[in-house]
């Protein structure tokens, strides 16, 4: 007989319950709750296996699969009382539906083990967070082309070190991460299908003695195969940590997004105004209007990238197979997709939202010399000059144009001739940012044709 105070699980070997504190460290049900979904989908399917290969009957079966639906309507109602005595969701389930379909609930736990079994569960619930992720990147992407098809022609300034370059278009500025997100996007499908293994057969470690058909119960739930070996199986996080490592290159390209956006939206560059939707105002300065959405994305790389960090060294050392360390995995998983989600979701927003000041873009644009590059190529085509020679050149007029005040156009054609002779009036043309981000036709430039050609591209992908 089974002691009152110890587990009813296993409390055959037991004489007493746990300690107070042996139960607070060891229980996970207040966060794995949220695999109950997962957990009961797992346990139908096995059920239904265990039937058909004649090792349950197939009454057991069916009270314990419509058992199972009734702990998840009370589950989704609200109305189920989770019990930290019962450490997880594996045995709060199992426990309830004994109380509801009794001694059949004590034969689905034939032929598995919790380890198969939260493998199961958490892989389940990570590949629906994959596929939450490409959703929510392709909703990002697609607020990024909207973008950039009405901005294909809008020049604005291109940096290196965050010092005006050349020109470039807010098209193709767009454009730039939608590649970004687009990588991330087929990371996160990589991961999807290489994690889609089941894991459930695998039993404690080892496999099992009884005929069970692997196979079904994958195809059951949607996995491409059962998992090659059952000690890998049960002792495998991979998944979890592509999740976390996928979700950490997003958190970091959202985050100099983010930059971006907090930069441009300041008083001193004024490139774009965000909508009263995203920002906050401040208690005491009556004219701020705080980027506080880009602010809070730029900082989720620290939590997503830090649990990333933290399942790794969870996971470093641990000898095979499951060992209690990886109850530690789910709610780093689940802190990280839930923040992803949420800065994918406000990225969105904000995109879609957010009013570019053209004027103001044109004009950072023709500041900064930042067509001193479009003289210098035009001294090599028109005047035959090496580039290096053309360099100097330039060099030399952009310095006479500081010295002035005023920007390359600005110069007269007798200044520009003392600097150079075989400079004629052509030069003019190349001189305006317009004819700048014209002429970078080169596949991938920022040239408008180009931007465009790459927006078509991307809508053929997207379908
Ligand atoms: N709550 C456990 C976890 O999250 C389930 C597996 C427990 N397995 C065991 N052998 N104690 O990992």
Redesign the pocket.
């Known amino acids: 007989m089974t002691d009152k105070k110890s587990n009813a699980m296993w409390g055959g070997r037991f004489a007493a319950g746990p300690d107070a504190i042996m139960e607070a460290i060891n229980a996970?049900i207040g966060f794995?709750k949220r695999l109950a979904s997962q957990d009961i989908a797992g346990s139908r399917a096995h059920a239904l296996m265990l039937a058909q290969q004649g090792i349950i009957t197939d009454s057991d079966a069916q009270a314990i699969r419509e058992g199972l639906l009734t702990v998840l309507s009370e589950i989704e109602a609200g109305e189920f009382v989770f019990s930290t005595a019962l450490?997880?969701i594996?045995m709060n389930v199992e426990s309830r539906l004994k109380e509801i379909i009794g001694e059949p609930a004590g034969r689905l736990h034939t032929a598995r083990?919790?380890?198969d079994?939260?493998a199961t569960d958490f892989k389940l619930w990570t590949r629906d967070q994959m596929d939450a992720a490409v959703s929510g990147l392709e909703a990002l992407i697609r607020a990024l082309m909207a973008q950039a098809e009405k901005g294909a022609d809008w020049v604005m300034p291109g940096f290196t070190h965050l010092q005006t370059a050349q020109p470039v278009t807010w098209g193709h500025h767009m454009m730039a991460y939608v590649e970004m997100f687009g990588r991330d996007m087929s990371r996160f499908k990589d991961a999807r299908a290489r994690m889609n293994e089941s894991p459930l057969g695998s039993a404690?470690l080892a496999g099992t003695g009884f005929p069970i058909d692997r196979h079904m119960t994958a195809e059951a739930l949607g996995f491409d195969r059962p998992t090659a070996n059952s000690l890998d199986a049960v002792a495998d996080r991979d998944f979890g940590l592509e999740f976390l490592s996928c979700a950490s290159i997003t958190a970091m390209h959202l985050s100099r997004f983010a930059e971006e956006l907090v930069i441009w939206s300041s008083a001193q560059f004024r490139f774009v105004a965000l909508s009263d939707r995203f920002s906050t105002g401040s208690s005491i300065m009556p004219q701020k209007k705080n980027p506080d959405a880009a602010e809070l994305i730029r900082a989720k790389v620290g939590r997503i990238f830090g649990a990333n960090v933290a399942l790794m060294m969870v996971m470093k050392g641990l000898p095979l197979a499951?060992s209690?360390d990886?109850?530690e995995d789910?709610e780093q998983v689940f802190d990280a997709a839930d923040n992803l989600m949420l800065a994918l979701a406000a990225m969105t927003g904000m995109v879609s939202d957010m009013n570019a000041n053209t004027d103001n873009l044109r004009a950072a644009a023709a500041s900064g010399f930042s067509t001193a590059t479009d003289l210098a190529d035009w001294l090599v085509r028109e005047a035959g000059l090496p580039f290096r020679d053309a360099h100097h050149v330039t060099g030399a007029l952009v310095a006479m144009a500081e010295k002035k005040g005023c920007d390359l156009p600005d110069l007269s054609l007798e200044e520009m001739t003392s600097v150079h002779e075989a400079i004629t009036e052509g030069v003019y043309n190349v001189l305006t940012v317009e004819n700048s981000v014209a002429s970078r036709t080169s596949y991938g430039g920022t040239a408008p044709s180009q931007v465009r050609a790459q927006i078509a591209r991307w809508k053929e992908v997207l379908g």
């Open positions: 996970s794995d450490e997880d594996h083990s919790r380890n079994q939260v404690a499951y209690k990886m109850q789910k």
